[in-house]
């Protein structure tokens, strides 16, 4: 009998999506490609037990060798990997998932990124790796070697791109000096293939404060003083975990661009956004704000009531009560137009 083209490939793809993962088996193990590997059924010594792989038994054959409790792959690819099962009659006595260790050519460089928004105990790690369908990350030392001990975590979100985003915590004191390095692992499986990879760094490295709040700007003589709070995101007290911002500033005469690490700018500007980091460590600078438009004319600062989108300054008791001059005879002569076309 002789099937079209098209049901042939329909059939590989169901066989090959059969045996995807998108999690880890709770009993797995990763050998080497070409090489053997021995597994042991979790049985008495007189037990007379039986294997199956993916469901279906097994006998001495090519590439499976019995020998009571233990059964043997040799030449490992990816036609003898799967579930192995052992079972004494009808009872499953234990489960091993046997996985191929990716190949050098596969495995791919930094494939994750992580932040922490402040010192406090959490931080963000992205996975950017494409087509694994199952990853996990483990912090410290027991994940490291693979313990048994090692607390895995799955990913909390998958992003718009593809990536995956992990939430992790660690236990080190904000307050103290930084001495010892974060050791991430991550696992990845990708074809029955695991790709493993960690990496070490200091909390203090990955450290990128969100984007700092601009709280007002106020008018000093001829300059513009810029008052800036941090994220609400950021470490407490702000007197300990201090923040160094840096202002851009767009002039509005020519255009032209400058920046200042003071808070203190010329007035004569049309927009400006801030930026932060850590004052101490100089960590990653934050995102830039949103540009907000900075009103300092008189008949500009009567009008500057957007705070979100401008940067007003706190009107004097004189420009105060001038603007609400200027509003009273508005509205005067609104009523008094008004009167004389109704006439």
Known sequence: MTFPVWTFGLLMISLTGAHELNHFPEN???????????????????????????????????????????????????????????????????????????????????????????????????????????????LGHNCSKSSESCQWISSSRRLAEGELQFEMS??????????????????????????????????????????????????????????????????????????????????????????SSSTLIPKKISKLRVRSRDSLVLSNWSQWTPWKNVKTGKHRLCRCKKTEKYCCPELSPEVFNDCKEEKRKRKKHANSSWKYYSQ
């Open 28 to 138: 797995f193990a990763v050998a080497n490609r070409n090489e053997n590997y021995t597994l042991t059924c979790n049985s008495k010594p007189d037990d007379i037990v039986t294997w199956k792989l993916n469901g279906d038994p097994l006998e001495d054959e090519e590439n499976v060798e019995l020998n009571g409790q233990n059964l043997t792959v040799s030449d490992i690819g990816t036609p003898n990997l799967g579930d192995y099962s052992c079972w004494r009659g009808e009872e499953m006595l234990s489960s091993t998932y046997l996985l191929l260790k990716a190949d050098e050519e596969d495995t791919i460089d930094s494939p994750i990124n992580c932040r922490a928004k402040s010192y406090d105990c959490n931080f963000n790690c992205t996975w950017t790796g494409k087509g694994y369908t199952a990853v996990r990350l483990g």
């Open 170 to 259: 660690h236990n080190l004191s904000p307050y103290a000096e930084e001495s010892t390095m974060l050791e991430l692992t991550a696992e990845a499986i990708r074809e029955q293939s695991v790709f493993r990879t960690s990496k070490r760094f200091y909390l203090r490295d990955i450290v990128q404060p969100d984007s700092p709040q601009i709280v007002k700007c106020e008018l000093v003589n001829e300059d513009v003083n810029v008052t800036i709070a941090p994220p609400s995101t950021w470490s407490a007290p702000y007197s300990f975990f201090s923040l160094e911002h840096q202002i851009e500033y767009v002039l509005r005469d020519d255009g032209q661009t400058g920046h």
